[in-house]
């Protein structure tokens, strides 16, 4: 038996640090791709980490190997595409929260990353062309169509980071966090009626508050202001968990920016399973 498992990179719009708070999010899949495959054999072989997981998700003798364009540490979430990977492959088709919540364990268990669900409901909730509005105080995932004129590309700070040995959280005053998700949130909800120019603006509110909390860097500070006054850039914020890794920007057209290209909404994760 032969199991491939192909999760697309996660690119969040707005909506950040608010999955472990019950709050609310706009990601979108990207283009960059994660695939695992997974080959019958007599024994489990493969890289010690994806080794690890594959165990961790219960899964069957196997040779396992990973090709993936998604940038390690750069707040597109590479482990959790990784982690999805495993749980389909080894599981096979899983109801889609189901997964999300199996992936969400084995990183918490071998990966030791306190991660939300923000990156595995965008992963597996994904729809070509539209952003996936999550509720996690219901878990409720619904598409969002990309109005045409939000036109987006990456910048990469090239400030990489490990969530899991990132000091964040415990240490973190309640109430700032609390303050910062119901902003957030409501940046999220004012989000789905606006048009570029308006979102621009959401997203420069949003690395203001992100900042507020602790999560950013100062080399992605000096970058993204450096971008928020860049003629034809509407809005700039981090992405991801932070510390680092990539910047969303929001332009008025493609030709802003010129030599980055534009990204695009791709599809979700999906499993494919062949048999000898």
Not at 40 to 47: K, N, R
Not at 93 to 109: F, G, N
Not at 126 to 154: Q, R, V, Y
Request: aromatic share 4%; proline share 4%; with cysteine.
């Amino acid at each position: 038996m032969q199991r491939r498992a192909s999760i697309p990179a996660r690119i969040n719009i707005i909506g950040e640090h608010t999955d472990y708070l019950g709050g609310l999010a706009l990601p979108f899949a990207a283009k960059q791709r994660l695939i695992l495959t997974a080959v019958s054999s007599e024994a489990i072989q493969g890289d010690e980490t994806v080794v690890a997981l594959w165990q961790a998700a219960g899964g069957w003798p196997a040779h396992l190997t990973v090709e993936s364009s998604i940038p390690i540490g750069a707040g597109m979430s590479s482990s959790a595409a990784l982690c999805l990977a495993v749980v389909l492959c080894a599981q096979g088709e899983l109801e889609s929260m189901q997964a999300c919540k199996e992936a969400q364990r084995i990183e918490h268990e071998v990966l030791g990353t306190p991660c939300g669900l923000l990156d595995q409901i965008a992963m597996m909730h994904a729809i070509e062309g539209h952003a996936t509005l999550i509720n996690f105080t219901t878990m409720a995932a619904s598409p969002f169509l990309i109005p045409e004129d939000w036109c987006f590309k990456l910048v990469d700070s090239e400030v990489r980071r490990t969530l899991a040995s990132t000091p964040f959280g415990a240490s973190k005053e309640k109430s700032v966090l609390t303050e910062h998700a119901e902003g957030e949130n409501q940046r999220v909800l004012t989000a789905l009626q606006a048009d570029a120019n308006g979102l621009g603006r959401l997203l420069n509110d949003s690395h203001a508050s992100l900042k507020s909390i602790g999560v950013s860097h100062p080399e992605v500070d000096r970058l993204v202001d450096e971008l928020q006054t860049t003629p034809g850039v509407l809005g700039a914020r981090m992405m991801g968990g932070g510390f680092g890794g990539m910047i969303l920007v929001l332009v008025e057209h493609e030709g802003v920016l010129g030599e980055i290209e534009v990204v695009q909404a791709s599809k979700g994760g999906f499993l494919e399973e062949f048999f000898e």
